[in-house]
């Protein structure tokens, strides 16, 4: 069973910069695909950035793309998501999760994940 861990998330100021990282143990997630997401007060939990198990193939959602960049290093067993110019709407809890599924494709629905991390809060202030 893996677990994931959330961490890096906090208070930042409009057009700042933070770099979530997810740490997974119990095994590996070399062969994972992995995703980011996030839920807002009131709003359902949506994808932001996800990443095929070989790092070949990545998606991001056109609210963040250009701003975020997600990124995997399997030695470390990790997954980042470095975002950058953050604005307000960006508020919102952050999760990571893992789909054991070694797709080629990268994996957006949240149905197709399979281990979830318990989220870290990200607020940016105008």
């Known amino acids: 069973q893996v677990q994931l861990v959330e961490s890096g998330g906090g208070l930042v100021q409009a057009g700042g910069s933070l770099r979530l990282s997810c740490a997974a143990s119990g095994g590996s997630i070399s062969t994972y695909g992995m995703g980011w997401f996030r839920q807002a007060p009131g709003k359902e939990r949506e994808v932001v950035a996800a990443i095929n198990w070989r790092g070949s193939n990545t998606y991001y959602a056109d609210s963040v793309k250009g701003r975020f960049t997600i990124s995997r290093d399997n030695a470390k067993n990790t997954v980042y998501l470095q975002m950058n110019s953050l604005k307000p709407e960006d508020t919102a809890v952050y999760y990571c999760?893992?789909?054991?599924?070694?797709?080629?494709?990268?994996?957006?629905?949240?149905?197709?994940?399979?281990?979830w991390g318990q989220g870290t809060q990200v607020t940016v202030s105008s």
């Open positions: 999760a893992a789909d054991r599924g070694l797709r080629v494709r990268v994996v957006i629905q949240i149905a197709e994940y399979d281990y």
